[in-house]
């Protein structure tokens, strides 16, 4: 597999003060997109808590299945492009290769869009024409055949927001997946309450909503490539189509894809096919909370490759180290509130916000929360082997998690129900993430663990603990005693990690804020 070749070494010798900056950037970017996920999380948040309670528990689980089945066939519809362009793009720019990106611009459009075309009229005419039945609940089949449409939607709405990170300003990220899309559901939602629709209303509604953002989405990209100097003088003769190294490098990307797809969509999917879709309601209803501790990984990625891959492109493997452990140090401090509401709390947490009909998924909700946070916590060790070219290795890793998953799974569902499902999604993103963090010391150097950072990893486990113990034996079922002890929990961790985040060189603005000022001194005594 051919690769961009890199600079030549006299543009190699970045500073550290440069790669400094670098991470520095990085930080402020994603932090910016990280308060817009935020944004997005109350929102989505919000209208999935209303729409739980507005439906009953069948039509929910029905709704709920015929999206995870859309979602799963997304992920193969992008076909692994928008990791791939995430990496190419900015080498292609490094190298002022232009020709060669708008080439693979074009190729992945096409993919993404012909294929998810095709997997939509498939699935369509499998259901209607040879009665295919991955369900036997009529309602879940008839909502599956309209949220087909959904497939091509959404796997080029993936597509256009990698693209953004890695050519356009965050600022355009933050409006479309922070404010557009969420606020858009969450009207729906609101209406489908107030006019007391049924589940075909929302599914019909969220479709249109979806075509109406990426409609959106696609204008804007359009004009902000337009706004791109090195666009001026190509000309479309003179494209270079770079299909042998995208599909060379996107194909081996398709087991990363599927080891996501499998853990986050396959459950809903085999509750569905060995119980029913109260089953699918159960699991699928604490899914999104217990994913709130993957919103600073998700918010941070999209920063994280193109400019970890241009260090990569310069030769900079010490800045490139430094980028993958100050940003997962991060993440971790910023992903442990949501941790510790979901996880030490997750009974008051998931009664009192569904209701006493969801008390089952108690369970659930820890296991995933502690499956997700884990993930959160090793930060961006299979992103990073990917910038580095390990494909194999990489490869190899998902493929092995997704067949144990299907194994665990199918061993688990039918006699334990939601939570054999639950036990083999955290179970495999603990084992997944852990071969991961191996391949990254083996094959680029990086560090297994920074010495530096025990004392915060050490604090955030600590603090996790004596919180589930106190819920356990003491602690009222009570959600403002349980945001309470979170928050103070989590400024245990964030005083003894100041220090270490290095909070006034990311951002020496806050230090004109008296409230900042006053934290820093405290914390810093602390740490």
């Known amino acids: 597999m051919s690769t961009a070749q890199p600079l030549p070494a006299a543009a190699m010798q970045v500073a550290p003060a440069e790669a400094h900056s670098a991470t520095a950037r990085h930080i402020r970017g994603s932090s910016l997109l990280l308060v817009g996920k935020l944004l997005a999380q109350v929102m989505e948040f919000g209208a999935q808590v ?59 459009f096409a993919t993404v869009i012909g294929l998810g075309l095709l997997i939509a009229a498939g699935l369509n005419v499998g259901i209607n024409v040879f009665d295919l039945k991955p369900t036997d609940d009529p309602a879940a089949l008839s909502l599956l055949a309209i949220m087909a449409f959904l497939i091509p939607i959404e796997a080029l709405d993936g ?43 929302l599914t019909i509604g969220y479709l249109l909503i979806s075509l109406l953002g990426v409609a959106l989405y696609g204008m804007m990209f ?45 459950d809903a999917l085999l509750l569905g096919y060995f119980h029913n879709t109260e089953a699918v309601a159960s699991f699928r209803a604490v899914l999104p909370m217990a994913r709130l501790n993957q919103g600073v990984i998700l918010t941070f990625a999209l920063l994280y490759t193109p400019l970890a891959a241009r260090l990569y492109a310069r030769r900079d493997h010490s800045g490139l180290a430094d980028l993958y452990w100050q940003t997962a140090l991060w993440m971790t401090v910023l992903s442990l509130p949501i941790f510790l509401l979901t996880f030490c709390f997750a009974g008051t947490m998931t009664v009192q916000v569904y209701g006493p009909r969801y008390a089952d998924s108690v369970p659930i909700m820890a296991l995933l929360s502690l499956g997700y946070f884990f993930h959160t916590v090793l930060g961006f060790n299979g992103l990073t082997l990917k910038v580095y070219g390990r494909l194999r290795f990489t490869v190899a890793v998902d493929v092995a998690a997704t067949v144990v998953n299907v194994i665990v799974n199918l061993a688990l569902i039918p006699p334990y129900g939601v939570l054999g499902a639950a036990v083999g999604s955290a179970s495999t993103l603990i084992v997944h993430n852990l071969l991961k963090q191996y391949g990254l010391w083996r094959y680029t150097g990086i560090s297994l663990f920074r010495r530096q950072y025990a004392l915060v ?48 060189q990311m951002f020496p603005e806050l230090g004109r804020w008296p409230l900042v000022r006053s934290a820093r001194r405290v914390f810093t005594r602390v740490g």
């Open 50 to 108: 209303l729409l739980v309670r507005a439906l009953s528990k069948a039509d929910y689980g029905a709704f709920s299945y015929a999206l995870s089945f859309a979602l799963l066939c997304k992920g193969i519809a992008m076909f692994g492009l928008p990791d791939t362009l995430s990496r190419f793009i900015p080498l292609y720019r490094e190298h002022r290769q232009h020709d060669r990106l708008l080439g693979a611009l074009v190729l992945a």
């Open 159 to 201: 597509l256009l927001t990698n693209l953004f990170a890695a050519l356009a300003s965050p600022r355009v990220i933050f409006f479309r997946q922070s404010v557009l899309g969420p606020g858009l559901r969450l009207a729906l939602v609101v209406a489908l309450t107030a006019l007391q629709a049924d589940v075909l209303f």
């Open 222 to 266: 359009a004009r902000t490539l337009r706004g791109q100097d090195w666009l001026a003088g190509l000309r479309l003769r003179a494209l270079r189509y770079p299909a042998r190294e995208i599909y060379g490098f996107a194909i081996p990307l398709l087991a990363s894809v599927l080891v996501w797809l499998v853990i986050e969509s396959s």
């Open 457 to 504: 990893y050490g604090m955030a486990a600590l603090v996790a603990l004596a919180l589930l113990g106190l819920q356990i034996a003491i602690l009222p079922e009570s959600l403002p005693l349980a945001l309470a002890l979170g928050a103070a929990g989590s400024l245990v961790v964030l005083a003894v990690s100041w220090r270490a985040l290095a909070v006034g």
